[in-house]
């Protein structure tokens, strides 16, 4: 399986990126393409040792900054690492594509080189999240789509679904959406009106989940617009990392010091725990209802979260996933009222 990876994309690239792509090579049984620079990415691979290596190395001149509108971007730089990337995924040259860069870059080519699955207006960013069951819980939409409508969040609920059954193996997930209370009644216009969609929807609705309930495993699927699912994203990371630095500022010193030797027992526990809550250990979140496979990582990621956005990439190739969501969104509305999958 090839999937073509940004190498220009992210906070490190092009080190970071060529370095996780080549942990993939060697451990998950996949053939990275690497697209961007070529005397950077060939220099990388001669510093890792890695020149033998499956890994094709795909010529893009130009890239797109973080600073810079995707649109207008997209436009003005037809061979920007991320445009090229997507079109081998178009071409059928690779599986799947995989970016660390600008987010609204990766989301605008997907949308424009690969299409939609038909019947979604809005793909959504699914980011798998840990949860205090040890099961992850799907979050979307995390930041596609700051402003949504009933039926977009109906498709989310869909497209979440399907993800959480197929990839992560849950036979009967339990789909939530987030507000403001549990009660029926709590929540603004739009969820409310979604909520009343959801309960007809083919899904195991369990109706309102609050933001605390999305961590303790409450659902396998939260659903709630871009905005809210960034928050939550967002506030979810900086709990996990000033965790971190709160137990590291508690160790700092003699007394600190002498703690730890009554402590060291317990420091593979807390090795693991944080291993749980690390988003490099998730890698990447998947842009469902894209007519292909495409996953956004991280900006700030290293070598090893790169290795594991690619690993997403190729769970969700071999699961045929865009076709899986179209079958999900094509029997809705099916059996639905019509004009549930249009644009509203």
Not at 103 to 114: N, P
Not at 172 to 185: H, K, M, W
Request: glycine share 12%.
């Amino acid at each position: 399986m090839t999937i073509a990876v940004d190498a220009m994309g992210g906070d490190h690239g092009p080190r970071a990126i060529v370095e996780g792509t080549v942990a993939a090579a060697r451990e998950l049984g996949v053939r990275p393409m690497l697209v961007g620079s070529g005397t950077q990415i060939q220099e990388e691979l001669r510093r890792l040792r890695a020149t033998t290596l499956p890994i094709e190395v795909v010529e893009a001149p130009e890239v797109i900054e973080m600073h810079e509108h995707p649109a207008m971007a997209l436009r003005r730089k037809p061979g920007a690492s991320i445009v090229v990337a997507t079109e081998q995924v178009r071409r059928g040259r690779a599986a799947a594509v995989v970016s660390a860069g600008h987010t609204g870059a990766a989301m605008g080519a997907a949308h424009l080189i690969l299409g939609r699955v038909s019947g979604i207006d809005r793909p959504a960013i699914a980011a798998v999240l840990p949860t205090a069951t040890g099961t992850p819980v799907v979050l979307l939409d995390v930041g596609a789509n700051v402003d949504c409508r009933p039926h977009h969040l109906l498709q989310f609920a869909l497209m979440g679904n399907v993800y959480a059954r197929e990839v992560l193996g849950i036979s009967a997930p339990r789909v939530g959406l987030v507000s403001n209370g549990e009660e029926e009644t709590k929540g603004n216009d739009v969820t409310i009106r979604a909520a009343g969609l959801l309960r007809d929807a083919p899904v195991r609705f369990i109706g309102n989940v609050e933001g605390r309930d999305v961590l303790l495993g409450a659902a396998d699927v939260a659903v709630c617009d871009g905005f809210v699912g960034n928050v939550i994203l967002k506030f979810g990371e900086g709990m996990a990392l000033a965790l971190r630095e709160i137990v590291r500022a508690e160790m700092r010193g003699w007394r600190g010091r002498l703690l730890l030797v009554y402590l060291a027992p317990a420091l593979g526990v807390a090795r693991r725990v944080w291993k749980r809550l690390d988003y490099r250990e998730y890698g990447g979140a998947p842009l469902l209802g894209i007519n292909g496979v495409c996953v956004v990582a991280h900006g700030r990621s290293g070598a090893r979260a790169i290795r594991n956005a690619i690993r997403v990439a190729a769970e969700a190739t071999d699961h045929d996933l865009p076709g899986r969501i179209g079958e999900a969104v094509g029997e809705t509305i099916a059996v639905a009222s019509p004009g549930l999958g249009a644009s509203r």
